[in-house]
């Protein structure tokens, strides 16, 4: 065959990659770097507030990144198995801290923070893209 | 959505990965289509009716 192949992965999803690692590398920094900002030099209130969020910033960076590469994404197919791994990881995200809600509220199970909620959403994400990338082979 | 994506492509001596190529899609999605898990958008129903100089509804039937 006279012609390349094509990449394994698109375009669309390298400039992903290229953009979310960073991203994750500041959030790894701006997490310890403020707990240790907090912890030591305990800012007052509104710098407090500040320094909070800071740590989000990545996230919500990240939240723009996954938004990019749905827009950007060329191939309909990998776009659309993208956006079902999302909508199942969304299902499962409501579901579970819907029923992780009245345990806390009703069964005095241990309360999640709500930080938590974005990790997990990623982590369901990227099983279930894999799942129904599989289910389409 | 049934369609003859796999009948045509073999009469030309294509691989899954040469259709992908000329449809500037990717692999995975010529073997979706192929195997009728996933009916492609309409933009990419007339590039493909036009790469096999075919009528779309000769390529893909409703069953």
């Not at chain 2, 994506?5 to 995975?28: F, G, N, P």
């Not at chain 2, 192929?34 to 039937?61: V, W």
Request: net charge positive; with cysteine.
């Amino acid at each position: 065959m006279s012609r390349a192949m094509p990449p394994k992965s698109s375009s669309a999803m390298r400039r992903y990659q290229q953009r979310f690692w960073p991203l994750m590398a500041g959030y790894a920094v701006l997490v310890f770097g403020v707990a240790f900002l907090v912890k030591h030099a305990r800012p007052p209130a509104p710098w407090l507030y500040v320094a909070a969020v800071l740590p989000a910033l990545p996230l919500l960076g990240v939240i723009a990144v996954i938004g990019l590469y749905v827009h950007e994404e060329a191939d309909e197919f990998r776009r659309a198995t993208y956006v079902q791994g999302m909508l199942w990881s969304l299902g499962l995200v409501l579901a579970f801290t819907t029923v992780w809600g009245f345990l806390e509220l009703l069964a005095n199970a241990p309360h999640l923070e709500l930080w938590w909620i974005f990790p997990i959403y990623c982590v369901g994400q990227g099983v279930a893209h894999h799942l129904v990338r599989r289910w389409y082979r | 959505m049934k369609n003859r994506l796999k009948v045509l492509r073999a009469e030309r001596d294509w691989s899954q990965a040469d259709l992908a190529e000329r449809l500037d899609v990717s692999r995975q999605s010529v073997n979706a289509i192929e195997t009728g898990k996933y009916d492609p958008s309409l933009p990419l129903a007339f590039r493909i009716a036009k790469l096999f100089d075919m009528p779309i509804e000769a390529i893909f039937q409703d069953e």
